[in-house]
Each structure stands twice: as C-alpha cells, then as structure tokens.
C-alpha cells in the first residue's frame, strides 16, 4: 500500500508499535479508525488451491475496510512477496548492547529455538519430547542454544551452553528479538511470531511445520528453508521457484530430522529447497571408496530398493548453496550427503562414523557388436576375455578396488596408464578422468584393451600399442598361458620368451610418448617387475610435470628384490617421497610418490 501510494496510520495493540515503525507506518493511540476484521479463506485447507486465493495473507489483500489496489490477485501476491523489511536499523544502541551482554560466553554456531506458540498449539507446535532431545543434539554437537520462551512452557536442557531469555535476560519485545536475530545464526521456529519477524533481518531461519503448511500462513522468506512432509513433493516442486523446501519422511518431523536440516543449513549458509527428482531413479553402483562396492536400486518416491542396509534407506534429491545434493538416510537419520560431479556420478562422504568418501555411479550398459560375450562383475564395467585371459584375471582386480582413493579424479586430469593389460584399470579411470593414455604393448592384450575399451563406450581413453622402458628399442615379450601377467627377465636384460605368437614389439620411453602433453597428472605403473627403467626413461617428465606415482612392485620375481629401494632412490633426488599403500605380501605392494 505504501508503494502504491498510501499514507498510512494504525491503530493497535501497543505491543506492535516497533514492528510497524519497521514497516514504515504511523502508529497512533488515538480510535476513531475503520475496524480490519482479520478473515480466513474458506479454502485454507486446500492445500492444492493458488497461494494468491488461500494464503491467509494474501487472502485478506483488498479486503474491506482496506481501499482496492490495480492489479489482478496473483499480481498483487507476486508483489507482496518481494516485498522486503529491515527491522536492525530501527533497533537502539542500548538495545544492541542487551543483546551482545545476553549471548556472551555462549559458542558458535548459535542457534536460537522458538517451539511453543499461543494458538492452534496442537497443529503446529514442536511436541516436548522432540524439543528436548533436539536441543541435546545441538548441544551435543558443541553448538550454543537459546531457547525462545516466554511463559515457561517449552524444554530446557541443564547445560553451559544452553540459554534461556527467562530469566537469563527478559520477557524480551519485537525490538529486542530482532537485536538477537542479528547476532544468532539459525533460527528454528515455527509458525508464530519469532519466525516470522525473522523476516526483517538477514537471519537464515528453518521453519517447522507438522499440520499447517508454511504456504498458508507464510509470506515466502528466501532466507529461510521450510521443513515440511515429504508426502506434499508434487506441491513442494510446484512452489520451489518461491519457497524453500526440506521434506522430512514419516508422519512428524522428528529431532534427528531437525538437526540434519539445521546443520545443512549452517554449512552451507544458505537455504535448501526441493528440486526435480524425476531423472533420478534407476540402477547405480554403491562405492565406499576403499571398502567396497555393490549394486543399489534408486526407487521413485525416495526408498531405495536393492542394496539397501541400515545405513542407507531412503534418498532424496535438494538444492543446497546453489547446488543438487543427494541425500541417503538410514535407520540412524542421515548418512550421506552427495553432490553431482562433472562425469555425472555422485560424490560425497558419510557424515557420521567413518566419514568414509563414497560414490554412487548410474550403471551403463555396454555397447557395440561384443555385447553377447561381455562379463561383468556387477560394477557397471563389461569386459571381454579370450582363452589366454582367463575370466578369473578379472575377479582378482577386487584385491586392488583400494586403489581407486589414491586416483586423483577430474575433468581436466590427465592420466598415464602404463602397463595397461585389457583395460582393467583404464575402464573404471575413463569416467573418472578427462584422459587416459594406455600403454599396452602386448598384441592379444592390446586388441582385447581396445575391445573392452569400445564394449565400455571410453571415448577419452587412447590406446596405445608401445612399450614403455628405459630407452627407444624393439623387443620382444610374451605372457604365460592363462594369466595376466607380461614378465620381464633382468638376467639377461630381455624380455622373456613368446607364449603367443612371436613378434617384435617397439618400446619408447616415457619422456618421449609424453612430450607434446600439456599436463600429465598420474602413472600408475604395472610392469610386473620393469618399474625401474619405465622410471629411468621418464625423468624428464617427471621434472616437468610432477605428477603423482601409483607403482605396483613386484620384488618377489627374480633379480627384482630391490625395486621398492631402487624406486625412492631414483626419484627422491627429484623432490619425490614414496609409501607403501597397500601390501598383498611383503614383497608385493604398491608405492605412493608425491612430489614434495
């Protein structure tokens, strides 16, 4: 009404004369004004009518006595909700000073909880049980709490770090209010007045709502994120573009649920809303990284299907900071917290127990004419062997899955794999990694790489059929029947006799493949037994890139007992520093080489 032009003066209860100086207008002591009977919409409870009809703000927009301004109902409901108050400039210094001498001692992040209002209790109000526990759970997390209570009805929890206003300060006014609100960080409410007036400050709030829905009884506050049952998604995703929404799943928002959202919150120092989540079902690959992995089935409505365990029951989709997050909850709340990565997988850690990082990869299904013959483990990967590569090579890349939290992942990474067998470790880095450069010398390896490299659609992967040593040469090599390996013989300095069908091989060094690369961000090296001189021919390469070294050795094989040695003796000079990351046995294990 101001801005269309209105001069205005009220009449009221006394104890709103600040919050109408906030606003602007006059307030007066003196009748004789029109008489505003406050009407509810008789479809207030219709949950799926326009806001601009059933919200009981709105509602009451050019309603007699109130003179009638132009525009349609939806109009003046969009221009109502841009509408923004500032209650800190009208607050006093003296007041300020109240403030600060109130929260003084008390920890960061602070977080103030109003859990009681004045009328329709049973609708709307935190039940006791929930209040309590939730402050022993804010507490519990070294957050200080203030608790909003005038009249001695909500819980307390003895504790240093828990306040009440009564009577650690006062029966505090609207003036007041907005003083703390400008020193807190989260405000959970409900809907009643210390959530509302948390509209006239920069406050983030979070909102509890059980029976009455926040878009009936709210102007939507960008700052704040409304809690609300996640059996209203159709009409959370229709309002998000307002409103920020947090479902909660079950009958009641309970204390984990309120904490799980308050903490999100204040990590993110911004509100979470709803989004689509219609793209999101489907078969994934579970990934505790460094653990294990299995399949899981997303299932529409949030319950995930095959894969589930106590930790991971439900899942859910919100915007947090600007960003998607997938949420996984389990029987002890919320477990996971995700975030949609450039290669499209989600990535995160848990946030409770190991905190252990995890993925959760959507399953591709395999492409091109060797799709009949392809094997799977499970994971999403498909491969082809032949009758030199038994299927068995496949189910022993389990023992190195560990690998993977050692890979640096990007969509710029670049990445040497040297020693690339049929592709085993190439597939899995090719969605992970924005190039890879897989060295396989061997024929037989080579063309089953290529094979299982199109069988897995991993356009970003080069294969490259050269030998990677310690100069420019022709050798020849071979593998034992019915394994994986491609051995070296130190003896003699040559590579060991032909099992397949004999041929000469061309071998280069590193610095001279790698050359006319721009960036080069890891090798990993499985030479069974030639780690050292693929290192001696990259020294360059090394200096000029600094890459991260993931090296498999072999010191059990013979004339190899001193590889590990010969490794951190070789490239310490250059600034590297190895560790042993995993053992198989004593003498089989990875290296680790960083540069300082």
Known sequence: YREAGYQIKLHGQSNKQWLWRAAGVEFTDAGGGQHHAWGYPGNFEHLDAPDHEANKIAFNLNRAPLPSLPGTQAELWDTLCNVRLQGAPHVRPAVHAEADRFIAGLPRPLVAIHSRGTT????????????????????????????????????????????????????IDQEQQCALFERIDLLIGIDSGPFHLASLSDLPALGVFRDIQPWRCCIPNPRATYLVKAAHQSRLLARRDRWNFWPYFGPEPTAQHMAEAATMVLGARAPVSVTDDSSIPGQYIYTRVGHDWRPMKLLAGGAIGD??????????????????????????????????????????????????????????????EDVPQAQTRGDGMYWIVDEHVHESALGLRDHEDWIWQHIPIGEDVVIADVGAFIGTFAVWAS????????FEPHPQHHVLLKRNLDLNGCDNVVPIPTAVGDVAANVSMGAPDLAAHVLAKYGSGQM?????????????????????????????????????????????????????????????????????????????????????????????????????
């Not at 935190?126 to 957050?143: H, K």
């Not at 029987?331 to 995890?358: N, Q, Y």
């Not at 969605?431 to 897989?438: M, N, Y």
């Open 431 to 438: 969605r992970r990694c924005g190039k890879i450069l897989a």
């Open 496 to 596: 060991a006799q032909v099992i397949y069908e004999p041929g000469e091989i061309q071998q280069s060094t590193l610095d001279d493949l790698l050359e006319q690369e721009d960036r080069i961000d890891c090798i990993k090296i499985d030479v069974e037994g030639a780690e050292v001189r693929v290192l001696q021919g990259a020294l360059a390469t090394l200096r000029k890139h600094r890459p991260r070294l993931l090296i498999e050795v072999h010191s059990h094989y013979p004339n190899c007992e001193h590889n590990g040695n010969q490794i951190a003796a070789l490239i310490e000079p250059l600034g590297y520093s190895s560790q042993r990351i995993c053992e198989n046995t004593r003498d089989y294990y990875y290296l680790r080489s960083e540069c300082r």
């Open 120 to 171: 329709w209790s049973h609708r709307k109000d935190i039940p006791d049980v929930e209040c309590f526990a939730l402050i022993r759970l804010l507490v519990e997390r070294g957050y200080g709490v203030i608790v909003l209570d005038w009249d001695a009805r909500a819980p307390m929890v003895a504790h240093p770090n828990c306040r009440a206003i009564v009577p650690s300060w006062c029966m």
């Open 307 to 368: 894969g589930s365990g106590a930790a991971e029951r439900r899942w859910r989709v919100v915007r947090l900071g600007g960003e998607e997050r997938l949420l996984i909850e389990g029987d002890s709340g919320l477990i996971a917290v995700l975030t949609l990565d450039w290669d499209r997988m989600w990535r995160g850690h848990w946030t409770k127990f190991e905190c252990m990082p995890i993925e959760l990869a959507p399953v591709q299904e395999p492409c091109g």
